[in-house]
């Protein structure tokens, strides 16, 4: 039902010769050389070949363009995409062949863009399933299919269907997804689900998973590098969720001053966990620096350091004595078992150093035995004044996970931390405006000049200008200053200027001319009337959205089937608002639409956010061909000549403005 699972060829033997992955991947490269020059031709093939994985170890520039040579004689020649997948499958070809032409060497050069053959980590999946069989042993729904056996490829088979995932984010955060939305029958038919991946695929996004280049289809294919991988996320973000100052106060004892707890607030999960463990450990006395969850962990040393601080009554010198990592790593184990921490890895794990899953038993110690008491009143204080209001941190959670969503190559942890020194909020800027940025005036982190994170900044504000946003008296300097304030300000307009330029390219709606908010407005309205309802909203601050009736006749109106109205309530109770906002926020994910708003922001009819989920809905609707509105319409699948719209389509993904947005926000 929702967008965009796979790019569609017209050659049935080229599609077959690679996967969806594989094509979104090209198709994206290609869309993104057209975009630049509004054409590709022969010679601008070369210089994008070269900087794929499998051909930039194998061939030279000029060697690409020799072999493209041999079948191109006019080196300005237009290509389309499928001219552009069979020049990749030639150079594939002959990859193989210099390499040897052994079945090894064409395996390696599959391997490095295809999901066929990626290996999996037996560990890994048998972790998860242990994770799996406890965690969701009561489910009334999963539980008849458990336990899942380690040894088999149930788990894939379980995860077609996409309940799994969905039980799963509701695991790692409660709540994320109304389970009345989940299609939950014994057998579902393909429609169903499809929209459980899309629910799933769009709440992993809201809860900060990185699903880029995954879809609908390669869920309901069950890829099993795809799917471990987005399990393993969503295991990691509940192992890591008190990791943060709001949740575990106590964790300031890891630092010396005031600034230092700055710095703990901008860290990630992550590295919060490496500077907990190295805190006790030099408590312990072991002397080496623990920098990451593999190599440094192999000999189990300083596992033993760690539980021999926090659990003496259950440690002793022995695991410290002996010299055999591998009886060490078995002795750390049952050591950790008597604080009752789940099993995620085995002594060979340890040994190997499998970066996952020493992650997840290292969380396990921190959620079981963290070792850190309330000592210092004072240092708690301040760092409850540092962690940010609930509205404040409810925008600086929309954003993060907008910017995120987008697919840039810097991933943000907080943003009032990490837009400081300008590079971020460069790279939004020239995904939501192509083009826009001058990268040879912009410098890259780490920054160590004070002076260059302003220069970056104050393109950031030019740039804005350039853009028609309201930025009087700002400076780049408040940026790097990290005003708060300035900061929302500008990142909703940058949300809103996506948004809106969405909408303006569907030219078969808007004629490619500017959509103003009354546009917005208007069409919902006018969706909902068509539709034979009554409600009306009068502006996107009325009051009489917060029962939640009017989006769950505008999501009915684009959809018919997609509302369940036997699970709405009259929205008169603040209980019976916060039922329908909740369900209204996962029947729109359920449609395809990536949205990272709460429901307080529709029991509080926030303007902003009312704005953007209306938008949101409003580009689905628009997008979606006429002919899949029944309940037999197989999956949307884009053609290769829809590349542009298909891209845009995708971006409506990534609209999705919760809009927590600040009242510091501009209006315009």
């Not at 054409?39 to 170890?57: M, Q, Y």
């Not at 459980?196 to 709440?203: E, K, P, R």
């Not at 999960?269 to 490496?274: G, H, I, R, T």
């Not at 740039?463 to 990142?491: H, M, P, R, T």
Request: glycine share 4%.
């Amino acid at each position: 039902m929702s967008s965009f699972v796979g790019v569609l060829v017209s050659d049935q033997w080229l599609q077959s010769q690679f996967t969806q992955v594989e094509l979104r991947t090209l198709k994206s490269k290609y869309v993104s050389a057209r975009t630049q020059s509004a054409r590709v031709t022969v010679e601008d093939l070369p210089s994008i070949f070269k900087k794929l994985k499998p051909f930039n170890e194998v061939f030279g520039e000029d060697e690409i363009k020799g072999i493209l040579a041999e079948s191109y004689q006019n080196m300005d020649e237009d290509i389309d995409f499928e001219s552009f997948l069979r020049a990749h499958l030639n150079l594939q070809g002959r990859a193989a062949a210099k390499d040897g032409g052994s079945k090894s060497s064409s395996s390696f050069l599959k391997a490095a863009t295809t999901t066929v053959h990626h290996a999996i980590n037996e560990s890994e999946k048998a972790s998860y399933v242990a994770h799996i069989n406890g965690y969701l042993a009561e489910d009334k729904f999963i539980s008849q299919f458990l336990p899942i056996d380690p040894s088999t490829d149930a788990i894939f088979d379980l995860a077609k269907d996409g309940v799994l995932l969905c039980k799963l984010i509701n695991v790692a955060v409660p709540g994320t997804i109304d389970e009345r939305a989940i299609n939950t029958k014994r057998v579902l038919n393909p429609w169903e689900r499809n929209e459980n991946h899309t629910l799933g695929l769009n709440s992993a996004k809201a809860i900060g998973c990185t699903v880029v280049n995954i879809g609908t289809q390669d869920l309901v294919e069950a890829r099993p590098h795809l799917v471990l991988g987005l399990i393993s996320q969503i295991i990691k973000i509940q192992l890591l969720a008190d990791l943060n100052l709001k949740k575990t106060p106590q964790l300031v004892e890891l630092v010396e001053d005031d600034k230092d707890v700055e710095e703990l607030i901008s860290l990630s999960p992550e590295k919060v966990l490496l500077k907990w463990m190295n805190f006790h450990l030099k408590k312990a006395g072991y002397e080496k620096q623990v920098t990451n969850f593999s190599s440094d962990l192999k000999d189990g040393e300083a596992y033993a350091y760690l539980l021999n601080a926090l659990a003496p009554e259950h440690s002793g010198p022995s695991a410290l004595v002996t010299s055999d990592p591998t009886e060490r790593a078995n002795m750390v184990l049952e050591q950790a078992e008597k604080l009752d921490c789940k099993r995620y890895l085995t002594p060979k794990d340890i040994v190997e150093g499998s970066p996952n899953l020493n992650l997840a038993f290292v969380a396990q110690i921190f959620q079981h035995r963290n070792g850190l008491t309330v000592a210092d009143s004072k240092k708690i204080t301040f760092a409850e004044m540092m962690t940010d209001d609930v509205q404040t941190s409810r925008e600086e959670r929309c954003f993060r996970l907008w910017i995120n969503s987008l697919g840039i190559a810097t991933f943000v942890n907080n943003v009032f931390e990490d837009v400081r020194n300008g590079w971020v909020l460069l790279e939004v800027l020239d995904k939501v405006s192509p083009g826009s940025v001058n990268w040879k005036q912009a410098t890259k982190p780490p920054i160590k000049m004070p002076f260059r994170k302003v220069e970056n900044c104050n393109q950031v504000i030019k740039i804005g200008k350039d853009l028609n946003f309201s930025l009087v008296n700002v400076a780049g300097n408040d940026f790097v200053q990290g005003n708060k304030k300035l900061l929302l300000a500008f990142l909703w307009q940058l949300m809103r200027f996506n948004m809106l330029q969405l909408l303006k390219n569907l030219r078969s709606h808007s004629q490619g001319k500017e959509i103003t908010d009354a546009d917005i407005l208007n069409w919902a309205n006018s969706k909902v009337k068509r539709a034979g309802r009554t409600s009306q909203m009068e502006s996107f601050k009325d009051k009489n959205l917060s029962c939640g009736i009017f989006f769950l006749e505008l999501l009915s109106a684009v959809e018919p089937r997609v509302v369940n109205w036997s699970l709405v309530t009259k929205g008169e109770t603040d209980e019976d608002k916060r039922l329908n906002a909740t369900y209204i926020i996962s029947v729109a994910r359920k449609l395809g639409c990536s949205i990272f708003l709460l429901p307080e922001d529709i029991m509080e009819v926030n303007q902003k956010m009312i704005l953007t989920l209306t938008a949101s809905i409003m580009y689905w609707s628009l997008k979606r061909p006429e002919e899949n509105t029944t309940p037999e319409a197989p999956p949307v699948v884009a053609s290769v000549g829809d590349a542009n719209e298909t891209d845009e389509a995708n971006e409506l993904s990534n609209l999705t403005i919760d809009d927590a947005a600040s009242e510091a926000a501009s209006e315009g």
